[in-house]
Nanobody, 121 residues
Framework: ERLEESGGGSVQAGGSLRLSCVAS??????MGWFRQAPGKEREGGAAIRYQEPTAYRASVKGRFTISKEWDKNTLYSTMNSLKPEDTAIYYC??????????????????WGQGNQVTVAS
């Protein structure tokens, strides 16, 4: 599985960005968005699984939306009301079978290259 990300950038606090992640050859049944800020552990932000409710970390719930277009093999993260503390490198990740927690990095077998998101105060 190969994941190609796009859409990062710099915005002012309160702004919006949308990240995209194209999977090839096909999109896996469970996918997520993770982020890693300087000096911090990589953490999960949102996850989506086939025919299951989406999952969000508390700090992004209500501001970020994860979605998929199955026919385009594409995962999205729409991020609104961005805060300076959202500044990080964002990664999409996928796995065919999720056996544990949505936000456990060890569950995911493929990762995108990472995209920088910077939110200025």
């Amino acid at each position: 599985e190969r994941l190609e990300e796009s859409g990062g950038g710099s915005v002012q606090a309160g702004g919006s960005l949308r990240l995209s992640c194209v999977a090839s050859p096909v999109i896996d049944s469970c996918m997520g968005w993770f982020r890693q800020a300087p000096g911090k552990e990589r953490e999960g932000g949102a996850a989506i699984r086939y025919q299951e409710p989406t999952a969000y970390r508390a700090s992004v719930k209500g501001r970020f939306t994860i979605s998929k277009e199955w026919d385009k093999n594409t995962l999205y993260s729409t991020m609104n009301s961005l805060k300076p503390e959202d500044t990080a490198i964002y990664y999409c990740a996928s796995t065919f079978t999720l056996r544990g927690e949505y936000f456990d990095t060890k569950e995911y077998t493929a990762w995108g290259q990472g995209n920088q998101v910077t939110v200025a105060s």
